[in-house]
Structures are given as C-alpha cells and as structure tokens.
C-alpha cells in the first residue's frame, strides 16, 4: 500500500480554505502569524481502502482488520502489528472500547471485533474487556478500567453540530444532557472525570461511510452518507474532530454546490482546545499522515 504524508503548513492554513472552513463551522479563531516558528504537530494517520466494502455493500472484514493494524502501526511508528498494540495496551490492563450503538450508524460490530482481538492478542484475558456504549455505567470493566479505546461513526449531529470521539464519551455521565447547553459546549470536561481521565490509549474516528447531513435529533437519510472507506486514528480526540469537519464540510460543498454552515455550529471542538485543554482543534498544527486509496479524499 503506497503511503503518502501530508503537512499543512501555518502560511497555507491562513491562504487556503481549510482553515476558513473550520474556523466557520466551529468558531475557531485565525488571529495568528504566519511566520511564528511552528511547535510539533499533532499526527493522524487516515488510512483509505475502497475495498472495504464487498460488491453487496457489507463490510470486507479482512480489509477492515489490515486498514486498523495499517493505520496504528504507522500511528505508533512500529515495525509489526503486534509490537504496535502493545505499545498501547499491557496485559494487565482492564480495557474499554467505547463504540457507538446509534442504530442507523452504529460503530460497525466487525470493527468492535477486530480490535477485541487485537487487545486479547496482547495478552489480556477476554474477560478483563468490556466493548459497549449505554449503560456503560453499570458495567465493572468501564468503572475500573485502566485503558479506554474510543471508536465511533463520524456523523452531524441536532445538538453537537457533529457527533465525533469528544462527545462520544458522554455516556461516561449519568445525565448526558447536562451537557446539551450551548452547543454541548462543555463537552470536553467529560475527559477530565477520574472515569475517564489519562486513560484513553486510542481513538478512532470511524469514515467507512460518514453522514454528513440531517435534520432534526434523530434524522438518517441513506442519500448523505457516501463510501469514503476511512478510519482516522490517533491520540487526540480534538485533532480527529477537526479534520473531521473539515471532511463533513467539503463533501457539503461537493454535494450542494455552495457552503452549507452546520447547524448548530461544532463550538464543542473548538471549546475543548481553547478552554479546557483537551487536545488541538487548528488545523495547522495537525500532521495528517495519509494511507492508501486516495481518489475523493477531501482533506
């Protein structure tokens, strides 16, 4: 699989469109200098594959599976799968993988399942691992864990502007709209409760096929979803929900012929860098490493 690494550079986040999106769709600021000395950058790795999909539309497990053990050895900079995985989990860790059960575009159960194997395959016994979202609450795995991984479907969402790896963890508390005001602006200081705080080893932003428009809380329409045949993985969630507005807002452009603002703004993202600290939400700090099949790629 060819690989090829993309840098967006200060000068070109000011110049170019990307930023601009961003900045309107979330209420980022662009109040910086082009030629300030740049701090190390947050990496992503998005790997494609337009084989992921077989000819009847359902997911191509073995594609999946090499697409997750492609994207996190790059992330983790190792020279095999299971070298990569152990560098994000120990044996003696009790693990959650928070997924997402939305029914219309739930986290895909071949994508839980894949990485229950991996997680099992670095010496955790099966039942030191919990793989869930409702009611996580109750389950002893997510209350005692040493080790979250975060993966869920990229869509827009009524309340948040768009649903990503920040607001996935809203499950983590026992009254999850507490958190709707202002645009779930507060999102991010669900990070910071001892549940869940210093220990998410992964996030993975689901693209297999992102939903990039609706109307109303509950809203799923076939014909605003597409086969972009992506995951984006790395350890900040803020990065992964940047550029995955960024993705949301050009396939709008592509698919209305003009902008198409979210409603209501992703401020949540935005907030979760400026405010609390989270993660980074500028794209010009953000090296985006890309893997794979790139025709349509958007970002």
Same mark, same amino acid.
Request: proline fraction near 6%.
């Given at each position: 699989?060819?690989?090829?690494?993309?840098?967006?550079?200060?000068?070109?986040?000011?110049?170019?469109?990307?930023?601009?999106?961003?900045?309107?769709?979330?209420?980022?600021?662009?109040?910086?200098?082009?030629?300030?000395?740049?701090?190390?950058?947050t990496r992503l790795?998005?790997?494609?594959?337009?084989?992921?999909?077989?000819?009847?539309?359902?997911?191509?497990?073995?594609?999946?599976?090499?697409?997750?053990?492609?994207? +996190?050895?790059?992330?983790?900079?190792?020279?095999?799968?299971?070298?990569?995985?152990?560098?994000?989990?120990?044996?003696?860790?009790?693990?959650?993988i928070k997924s997402?059960?939305?029914?219309?575009?739930?986290?895909?159960?071949?994508?839980?399942?894949?990485?229950?194997?991996?997680?099992?395959?670095?010496?955790?016994?099966?039942?030191?691992?919990?793989?869930?979202?409702?009611?996580?609450?109750?389950?002893?795995?997510?209350?005692?864990?040493?080790?979250?991984?975060? +993966?869920?479907?990229?869509?827009?969402?009524?309340?948040?502007?768009?649903?990503?790896?920040?607001?996935?963890?809203?499950?983590?508390?026992?009254?999850?709209?507490?958190?709707?005001?202002?645009?779930?602006?507060?999102?991010?200081?669900?990070?910071?409760?001892?549940?869940?705080?210093?220990?998410?080893?992964?996030?993975?932003?689901?693209?297999?096929?992102?939903?990039?428009?609706?109307?109303?809380?509950?809203?799923?329409?076939?014909?605003?979803?597409?086969?972009?045949?992506?995951?984006?993985?790395?350890?900040?969630?803020?990065?992964?929900?940047?550029?995955?507005?960024?993705?949301?807002?050009?396939?709008?452009?592509?698919?209305?012929?003009?902008?198409?603002?979210?409603?209501?703004?992703?401020?949540?993202?935005?907030?979760?860098?400026?405010?609390?600290?989270?993660?980074?939400?500028?794209?010009?700090?953000?090296?985006?490493?890309?893997?794979?099949?790139?025709?349509?790629?958007?970002?």
């Amino acid at each position: 699989m060819k690989h090829s690494t993309e840098y967006i550079s200060r000068r070109d986040f000011l110049r170019g469109t990307a930023g601009i999106t961003l900045a309107a769709a979330t209420g980022l600021s662009l109040n910086v200098n082009a030629e300030d000395v740049l701090p190390p950058k947050t990496r992503l790795v998005l790997i494609r594959d337009a084989g992921v999909f077989n000819e009847k539309g359902n997911i191509n497990r073995e594609v999946l599976e090499r697409m997750l053990d492609e994207a +996190v050895m790059t992330f983790c900079q190792a020279q095999d799968a299971a070298t990569a995985w152990k560098t994000l989990v120990r044996a003696e860790d009790l693990v959650g993988i928070k997924s997402n059960a939305w029914n219309s575009l739930p986290t895909p159960p071949e994508l839980e399942q894949a990485l229950l194997k991996r997680v099992m395959a670095t010496g955790v016994p099966e039942k030191n691992i919990a793989v869930g979202d409702r009611r996580i609450l109750d389950n002893p795995i997510f209350q005692n864990s040493t080790a979250l991984i975060n +993966v869920r479907p990229l869509r827009t969402h009524h309340w948040s502007g768009v649903g990503g790896c920040i607001k996935n963890y809203i499950q983590f508390v026992p009254q999850p709209w507490d958190y709707h005001n202002e645009y779930c602006s507060p999102l991010a200081s669900i990070w910071d409760l001892p549940i869940v705080k210093g220990k998410t080893r992964l996030n993975i932003l689901v693209l297999l096929q992102p939903l990039f428009y609706g109307i109303g809380p509950h809203h799923y329409d076939r014909s605003y979803v597409w086969n972009y045949c992506g995951l984006l993985v790395g350890n900040d969630p803020v990065a992964l929900d940047a550029i995955g507005v960024q993705l949301i807002m050009a396939k709008r452009r592509e698919h209305f012929k003009e902008d198409r603002p979210l409603t209501p703004p992703a401020i949540h993202i935005t907030r979760a860098d400026t405010t609390y600290g989270l993660g980074t939400a500028d794209p010009a700090k953000i090296e985006l490493i890309k893997l794979g099949w790139a025709d349509g790629a958007l970002v």
